[in-house]
């Protein structure tokens, strides 16, 4: 990245090699033992500071960078932790809104890797991958010392690393179907895992779900005694109208009405994953009925929030946006967003999904909002092959509408080029544009394509 130093750069490369050499994030052994012990060994550096624990299927990161922008423009310094990173490892440890540099990420390595050593030597499953880093990221968080730690799960809620904090906010962003491998099928049984993070005594803030899920979710709360925000009753989206470069919002809180909220994010997910990361900032501070937080402040934490890879241009003329929809429903939202908030009159699709996930179900939800779609695929072992991709496609879109580039950066060219066909000899088509979607990694691998920082 430009200016960062290549020596730590390549140290950053070593220490990610290493830990590719564990379990990746996409294998799980149930089980919360071996990082206990490792952050016994540290001293329980997750205890040190106030958790809000986000999980859910889709709006995690977004409801994660939108309450970390929040809990820091209120005054507090704040340590957020995510998954998976777009560009850089370093995006997945935050400290004050930013990622971490390349120096500080290994020097978070090579502390706490004398005690996964430990740990390995007293497991017969070794620490995966995000075990490790979920450490890293205690520890990091502890020695800066932040004020509020904003933790993404990983996978699930229940058996997820992440999960050994106790958290004061239990946040449960809308569940659907995803990683049905390990969460299963069945709505009420993914819910109940990822309530899983809902702890006695905390406040659950909980985004509308599907009944089955909301009723799970309600059953856990009370087993464990905790106080319910929910959306729809105790906090929403009052209003919002499409604005340039975003949305403007008028939202209910715990506290009372804050009006006048821009937020440059496009899409009603967006409002409402605002609305879940104002409560879940309320309740952190013990907002209520008769205490509001400063809304001039809220509203200049929101106006800055920053979310890469979800419905960001990287491009203009014609406009191309980079999304990291990965599921059904998460595609679903993308072709709302587009359809609502965009005038395009010819809208390319580069589509690269990995081959654990319904690609079927994404190209479906896409296929209403796009005129073409230009299949590829990423540089990610896991990256479904193009012309498997195709064969799913084809059903979906037809044959003619169906374009197969193997590389990511062909792919690009080929929508864009599409994007701008023209109508009639010399006249280019006004409001073409381009989306691409289907993955973190393709999200990822687009944004570096156009010359973004990791964020």
């Known amino acids: ?79 957020r932790y995510t998954s998976p990173h777009l560009q850089l490892a370093t995006e997945r440890i935050g400290i004050d809104g930013k990622p971490i540099s390349p120096e500080a990420y290994v020097e978070a390595y090579r502390d706490v890797a004398p005690y996964v050593s430990i740990v390995d030597s007293r497991s017969d499953v070794k620490m995966s991958k995000f075990e490790v880093l979920t450490g890293m990221a205690f520890a990091a968080f502890a020695d800066a010392p932040v004020e509020a730690a904003v933790v993404e799960v990983g996978l699930g809620g229940s058996w997820d690393a992440t999960n050994v904090a106790d958290a004061k906010i239990a946040v449960v962003c809308p569940i659907a179907l995803d990683h049905a491998e390990y969460l299963g099928d069945d709505i009420a049984g993914i819910a109940k895992e990822k309530a899983g993070v809902i702890k006695p005594g905390s406040i659950a803030v909980v985004a509308a779900q599907p009944a089955a899920a909301q009723q799970v979710i309600m059953d856990r709360i009370a087993e464990v005694d905790a106080t319910v925000a929910r959306e729809g009753q105790e906090f929403g989206v009052l209003a919002r109208t499409v604005a340039v470069g975003g949305q403007m919002l008028r939202l209910q809180g715990l506290g009372g009405v804050y009006d006048e909220i821009f937020l440059p994010l496009h899409g009603e997910h967006q409002a409402r994953n605002a609305a879940l990361a104002l409560a879940a900032t309320e309740a952190f501070f013990g907002a209520g009925a008769d205490r509001q937080l400063d809304v001039e402040r809220v509203r200049e934490a929101f106006a800055g929030v920053i979310t890469p890879g979800r419905l960001e241009r990287v491009r203009s003329a014609p406009t191309v946006l980079v999304d990291a929809a990965h599921n059904p429903h998460g595609a679903r939202a993308l072709a709302d967003a587009l359809s609502s908030e965009f005038s395009f009159r010819r809208l390319v699709a580069v589509v690269g999904v990995l081959d654990d996930k319904d690609a079927r179900g994404i190209l479906a939800e896409l296929e209403p909002v796009v005129e073409e779609v230009v299949l590829t695929k990423t540089s990610s072992p896991r990256a479904m092959d193009p012309d ?50 289907g993955s973190v990694v393709t999200a990822g691998e687009a944004r570096a394509l156009f010359g973004k920082e990791p964020a």
């Open 1 to 79: 990245m430009s200016g960062t130093d290549p020596t730590a750069l390549q140290e950053l490369r070593a220490v990610e090699a290493e830990l590719n050499e564990r379990w990746p994030e996409t294998k799980i052994e149930p089980s919360l033992d071996r990082i206990q012990l490792l952050t016994d060994l540290l001293a329980d550096p997750q205890r040190s500071y106030p958790v809000v624990h986000i999980a859910g299927t889709n709006g995690k990161s977004s409801t994660s960078r939108m309450t970390d922008a929040l809990l820091s423009g209120l005054g507090l310094r704040t340590g």
């Open 388 to 437: 498997a991709l195709a064969a799913v496609a084809k059903d979906i879109f037809g044959p003619d509408r169906i374009v197969v580039e193997p590389r990511l950066d062909d792919a690009v060219e080929t929508a864009i080029q599409l994007a701008e066909e023209t109508e009639e000899p010399g006249e280019a088509v006004s409001g073409g544009g381009v989306v691409i979607t």
